[in-house]
């Protein structure tokens, strides 16, 4: 079992930074791939980066590359999303998910463990 806490959400306005953590426990959560997905009111949820296990490799989707950089840190099992250069469309809740193996993914059914979700609002 895996449990995953987001937080770093909030209010910005167009052109501001976020942050957002993910702090990760249970037996396999540092050798788990981690991925960042957003919804947004009316929409389905969507793909917007992913960690492998290692931190060697991403991945973004075309919406946030150049702006989004994903990282981690397992030594305290915690990955982030930093979020740059923020636009009204990035406003969604985002949610931090762990994958099924360490190998970047991008399928939400790739996906096994899941956040509450953390709101982010951009104004404009």
């Known amino acids: 079992q895996v449990q995953l806490v987001e937080s770093g959400g909030g209010l910005v306005q167009a052109g501001g930074s976020l942050r957002l953590s993910c702090a990760a426990s249970g037996r396999t959560a540092s050798t788990s791939a981690m991925g960042w997905f957003r919804q947004a009111p009316g929409k389905e949820r969507e793909f917007v980066a992913a960690v492998s296990w290692s931190g060697g490799s991403t991945s973004y989707a075309d919406s946030v590359k150049g702006r989004f950089t994903i990282s981690r840190d397992n030594a305290k099992s915690t990955n982030y999303l930093q979020m740059n250069s923020l636009k009204p469309e990035d406003t969604a809740v985002y949610y931090c998910?762990?994958?099924?193996?360490?190998?970047?993914?991008?399928?939400?059914?790739?996906?096994?463990?899941w956040g509450q979700g953390t709101q982010v609002t951009v104004s404009s």
């Open positions: 998910a762990a994958a099924r193996g360490p190998v970047v993914r991008m399928a939400i059914a790739e996906y096994t463990y």
